[in-house]
């Protein structure tokens, strides 16, 4: 009598095997959850605004429905739509770009996926910062290559050296990953520091990878400079952008990539055999938060500052907290290596994993542990949220560490 087996992981592939699932997404879902079963749950865990889509992006969509703009567009995205993207770069980045170097796609994680799927194969090394954006690491194994991991640390501000990054550069890297603004950190690279880095990798065939994602969330003086700027690096610089953040569109689902046409053609040849084109509706709600009235960009960056600064004191104040002050993006990311070791409420903290369990659990506040961003004595914590739900949250974080 034969056994019937139900399928396991000896039938899934070593790319899979070898990935993390997004530790954000999971601490979302698990909060979300607790929220539905009633518990009064702060999450500083997912990594979006707060804020409404502006109202001209609402009614583009609408129009657009009306209009019956439902169907199949361009693979890589509505004319009009790369026009916009082309006068963005022009406009906030000093950069310039043809239409034929842009493509559009599924949200930011597709751009990005799409470029190492293009570009890396077995054997291949892609250089990636820590503390580092969840899915980079990810998605360079998904690809087949190996993701080289050169650590930062607070007292750099979470930066990366030109040496620690000529010490990472073997025979076999393919791409350099530039993230700045950075998830999680916040921390920006300045225009010299940008072209420190950039002297390294010129000249060696190496690409670079520019996530530029939070290029509009920015405060104080440090501006992020885009590598794709420096023009003996042209050919080599990717840079990949989206509406998510800036216009408080994460749902809406629509990233962009730029560089050189043979690369975008390649990420074109790949995205027509497994999404196709981006949403059209949402194609058309783009072009309106690109090209509308961008005053609601700096309007909404001074809150995120004020509260930038509210979590930047708060945190520190808490005995076993330490943080950097973040120079972009909406996240903020203390070392908490100062309560690892120590028990709270019967409970050892070892890592920041328990850490996070135990506010979570507990006093019910949701944070991310620093072992998915490649820090395990950190937390991240989101100040995407309203300040009464940051000043609550910090002070269930107090009575915690009491």
């Given at each position: 009598?034969?056994?019937?087996?139900?399928?396991?992981?000896?039938?899934?592939?070593?790319?899979?095997?070898?990935?993390?699932?997004?530790?954000?997404?999971?601490?979302?879902?698990?909060?979300?959850?607790?929220?539905?079963?009633?518990?009064?749950?702060?999450?500083?865990?997912?990594?979006?605004?707060?804020?409404?889509?502006?109202?001209?992006?609402?009614?583009?969509?609408?129009?657009?429905?009306?209009?019956?703009?439902?169907?199949?567009?361009?693979?890589?995205?509505?004319?009009?739509?790369?026009?916009?993207?082309?006068?963005?770069?022009?406009?906030?980045?000093?950069?310039?770009?043809?239409?034929?170097?842009?493509?559009?796609?599924?949200?930011?994680?597709?751009?990005?996926?799409?470029?190492?799927?293009?570009?890396?194969?077995?054997?291949d090394e892609v250089i990636v910062q820590a503390?580092?954006?969840?899915?980079?690491?990810?998605?360079?194994?998904?690809?087949?290559?190996?993701?080289?991991?050169?650590?930062?640390?607070?007292?750099?501000?979470?930066?990366?050296?030109?040496?620690?990054?000529?010490?990472?550069?073997?025979?076999?890297?393919?791409?350099?990953?530039?993230?700045?603004?950075?998830?999680?950190?916040?921390?920006?690279?300045?225009?010299?520091?940008?072209?420190?880095?950039?002297?390294?990798?010129?000249?060696?065939?190496?690409?670079?990878?520019?996530?530029?994602?939070?290029?509009?969330?920015?405060?104080?003086?440090?501006?992020?400079?885009?590598?794709?700027?420096?023009?003996?690096?042209?050919?080599?610089?990717?840079?990949?952008?989206?509406?998510?953040?800036?216009?408080?569109?994460?749902?809406?689902?629509?990233?962009?990539?730029?560089?050189?046409?043979?690369?975008?053609?390649?990420?074109?040849?790949?995205?027509?055999?497994?999404?196709?084109?981006?949403?059209a509706i949402a194609q058309k709600a783009a072009?309106?938060?690109?090209?509308?009235?961008?005053?609601?960009?700096?309007?909404?960056?001074?809150?995120?500052?004020?509260?930038?600064?509210?979590?930047?004191?708060?945190?520190?104040?808490?005995?076993?907290?330490?943080?950097?002050?973040?120079?972009?993006?909406?996240?903020?990311?203390?070392?908490?290596?100062?309560?690892?070791?120590?028990?709270?409420?019967?409970?050892?903290?070892?890592?920041?994993?328990?850490?996070?369990?135990?506010?979570?659990?507990?006093?019910?506040?949701?944070?991310?542990?620093?072992?998915?961003?490649?820090?395990?004595?950190?937390?991240?914590?989101?100040?995407?949220?309203?300040?009464?739900?940051?000043?609550?949250?910090?002070?269930?974080?107090?009575?915690?560490?009491?």
């Amino acid at each position: 009598m034969s056994t019937t087996h139900l399928p396991g992981e000896e039938y899934l592939t070593r790319r899979v095997l070898s990935m993390q699932e997004s530790q954000t997404m999971r601490i979302s879902a698990l909060a979300s959850k607790m929220k539905a079963d009633g518990l009064d749950i702060v999450s500083l865990s997912a990594g979006e605004p707060d804020f409404p889509t502006p109202e001209n992006v609402n009614q583009a969509a609408i129009d657009a429905i009306h209009a019956g703009f439902t169907r199949y567009t361009n693979n890589s995205g509505i004319t009009e739509l790369k026009k916009a993207i082309i006068e963005k770069f022009r406009r906030d980045n000093s950069l310039e770009f043809q239409e034929n170097q842009i493509i559009v796609s599924n949200g930011g994680k597709q751009t990005l996926a799409n470029t190492f799927l293009a570009l890396c194969q077995e054997g291949d090394e892609v250089i990636v910062q820590a503390p580092f954006w969840v899915s980079f690491p990810e998605m360079v194994r998904l690809a087949g290559a190996t993701p080289v991991i050169v650590h930062t640390t607070l007292e750099s501000e979470y930066k990366m050296t030109p040496a620690q990054l000529e010490a990472a550069i073997t025979p076999k890297t393919k791409i350099f990953v530039l993230n700045s603004p950075s998830n999680p950190t916040g921390a920006v690279y300045s225009e010299a520091e940008v072209r420190a880095l950039m002297a390294v990798v010129e000249g060696r065939s190496i690409f670079v990878l520019s996530d530029e994602m939070y290029d509009m969330i920015v405060y104080g003086d440090t501006r992020p400079f885009s590598p794709a700027r420096i023009e003996s690096m042209k050919e080599w610089v990717i840079v990949s952008n989206g509406v998510s953040k800036t216009y408080a569109m994460t749902g809406w689902r629509i990233g962009y990539l730029a560089g050189p046409k043979w690369l975008i053609d390649a990420c074109d040849k790949i995205q027509s055999q497994t999404t196709s084109n981006p949403n059209a509706i949402a194609q058309k709600a783009a072009v309106a938060a690109l090209s509308g009235d961008q005053s609601i960009v700096a309007e909404r960056c001074q809150e995120f500052k004020k509260r930038r600064d509210y979590m930047y004191e708060a945190l520190n104040s808490i005995p076993g907290f330490k943080t950097a002050l973040p120079e972009g993006a909406f996240y903020i990311f203390p070392d908490i290596s100062g309560v690892l070791g120590k028990t709270f409420n019967g409970v050892v903290m070892k890592d920041a994993a328990d850490v996070a369990e135990y506010l979570l659990k507990v006093h019910h506040v949701a944070t991310v542990p620093g072992d998915a961003f490649g820090a395990p004595e950190n937390l991240r914590l989101s100040y995407a949220a309203s300040i009464a739900s940051l000043e609550e949250a910090v002070n269930r974080i107090k009575r915690a560490f009491k």
